[in-house]
């Protein structure tokens, strides 16, 4: 569309009417691909601190990065042996269930990255994962949604344990491949509370780096223990907390993280112990979303 301006003629000194374009029209550039009109992501973290140790001086630099150098020169050493090994899994056999994560020592926590609202002072929630006295995996703590009085939080209450960002040697970016398995597979006792399971698949662009299909963890509490069998069709696609739209089946070829986050307003003490967390094959289903889609026209939005 067209606008009329009237300018002055620098040259001429006289008045005339010219048709402009538009301001975004005069200021967009040339691209090669579609683009979008939105505010782009500045950090995959959002803006929170990574919580790494940072070097003020180019000598304590030099040491940091030998330290971390040696750390994947073994990462990478164990690597080739895995290739040279090559012991792939040939079969997939129907209920049997392969376990990705057991708690069983502590070694078995350093897979994990614990975090509360009071980390980043949003709230005053706390949280802990250890090995309980029974020898399971333990996350407990205390969930507050109280909000701080700082004019910036509106919202607060949450406790979440997620693992480390899958990486191969030298900070390569890799990604767990689950596309053989059809189920979820969780033995856990919890406290009668409601839980999230969040499986992260963080793409190469910014609109992608929040990406998580999300299902909701159900326990009943009491002295005994619980096996979870969650398809993965019933996960649905989120987004910073927002569930989509436009749903799509779980890329399983690309998950980044798993996690597990208690957010369900109800303020005090929580606890879930976990034995293991693993996935299984049914043979007999066969469903890749459970969730409609809906073509929907431009500039149109589906309310959820």
């Known amino acids: 569309m067209f606008t009329v301006v009237l300018f002055r003629n620098r040259f001429k000194g006289s008045f005339g009417v010219y048709p402009a374009l538009t301001d975004w029209t005069r200021r967009r550039g040339v691209h090669t691909s579609a683009t979008t009109l939105e505010f782009h992501e500045y950090d995959k973290r959002s803006g929170y601190d990574t919580g790494l140790e940072i070097a003020d001086t180019r000598t304590e630099r030099i040491r940091l990065g030998l330290k971390q150098l040696k750390k994947e020169i073994k990462l990478w050493k164990k690597e080739m042996q895995e290739v040279l090994i090559s012991d792939p899994i040939l079969d997939y056999r129907a209920g049997e269930v392969d376990v990705f994560w057991r708690f069983y020592e502590e070694s078995s926590l350093d897979h994990w990255i614990v975090t509360s609202d009071s980390d980043h002072a949003e709230g005053f929630s706390k949280c802990d994962l250890k090995i309980g006295h029974q020898g399971y995996g333990l996350f407990h703590g205390n969930l507050c949604s109280r909000v701080p009085k700082d004019g910036r939080i509106q919202n607060s209450g949450y406790c979440n344990m997620m693992t480390k960002r899958v990486s191969k040697s030298f900070q390569r970016d890799s990604f767990l491949d689950w596309s053989p398995y059809t189920h979820l597979n969780l033995r856990l006792r919890g406290d009668g509370r409601s839980y999230l399971i969040n499986i992260h698949v963080a793409g190469q662009f910014d609109i992608m780096w929040n990406d998580v299909f999300t299902f909701v963890l159900y326990t009943r509490g009491g002295p005994y223990w619980q096996t979870t069998r969650i398809p993965f069709s019933k996960f649905f696609f989120a987004s910073k907390g927002r569930i989509q739209d436009k749903q799509a089946p779980l ?25 293991y967390i693993g996935a299984e094959i049914d043979p007999t289903h066969h469903e890749e979303t459970a969730y409609e889609m809906y073509e929907i026209q431009q500039n149109y939005i589906i309310g959820t």
């Open 251 to 275: 890329p399983l070829y690309r998950i980044t993280n798993f996690g597990i986050t208690v957010s369900d307003k109800a303020d005090g003490p929580f606890q879930l112990e976990i034995d």
